[in-house]
């Protein structure tokens, strides 16, 4: 069976710094992973997806994750954080079809 | 383009109740799935229709039930509420479903269910 793990409950960043919010995954074969944001009191929103081919995907509102194999991490980072960016924030990785196994979330909080 | 729709937003039942929840997903989308979302134990998968056919189904008790009619809305119901059944019940449609998909899904604001 597939797994995320979202190490961080929280990550506090400020205001105009690089923020990296960290997932690594445990599948069987391929792994299809995603992050999406939740906002309060809101569904989900897909911010960007690996499925293959380079291991930088750029995605929604300037954010980008990298995919590392040998570390089986899916890290998502921005390098210059706003304070809309206060979201909670999920990793997710595909287990056929539309079934996604998501991470516990990290709850961003962005600083002036 | 509308996004996908769900009702009631929020509703509060009582032990023993049964409560039917609505998605309307976006127009053309033929795959609707619904998760349930709670503090403990996070988002979890409930089910997935497509094309009127349940095509992958969570780890819940027979209570969780759901259907989809042929202009792809979607319903799900829940049998003999308990308290633990309080959640965000969130729907997620997308073009494709099954093993056609990559997982990119458009999920609605969420149904919250408090159960007394």
């Known amino acids: 069976a597939q797994s995320v793990a979202q190490p961080e409950d929280q990550v506090n960043v400020a205001e105009g710094n690089p923020l990296t919010v960290k997932c690594t995954y445990s599948?069987?074969?391929?792994?299809?992973l995603f992050w999406y944001v939740q906002y309060p009191n809101r569904g989900l929103q897909f911010l960007l997806k690996?499925?293959?081919?380079?291991?930088l995907v750029k995605g929604s509102y300037g954010f980008e994750a990298e995919f590392n194999k040998s570390q089986t991490s899916f890290h998502l980072k921005k390098p210059s954080a706003l304070v809309s960016d206060s979201a909670l924030y999920f990793c997710a990785v595909a287990g056929g079809g539309n079934k996604l196994t998501f991470g516990t979330g990290t709850q961003l909080k962005v600083e002036l | 383009k509308a996004g996908v729709t769900q009702t009631p937003r929020y509703l509060i039942k009582t032990r023993g109740q049964q409560v039917t929840l609505s998605c309307s997903p976006i127009?053309?989308?033929?795959?609707v799935s619904w998760y349930q979302q709670t503090p403990g134990q996070g988002l979890q998968f409930l089910f997935e229709y497509f094309s009127e056919t349940q095509r992958n189904k969570g780890n819940f008790p027979g209570r969780f039930s759901g259907r989809q009619f042929s202009n792809s809305r979607s319903e799900m119901n829940v049998s003999t509420l308990e308290l633990g059944d309080s959640a965000l019940y969130l729907c997620a449609s997308s073009l494709r479903g099954g093993s056609t998909n990559t997982g990119e899904l458009f999920f609605g604001e969420g149904s919250r269910l408090t159960v007394l």
């Open positions: 599948v069987s074969g391929n792994p299809y």
């Open positions: 127009s053309g989308h033929r795959s």
């Open positions: 690996y499925i293959t081919g380079d291991n």
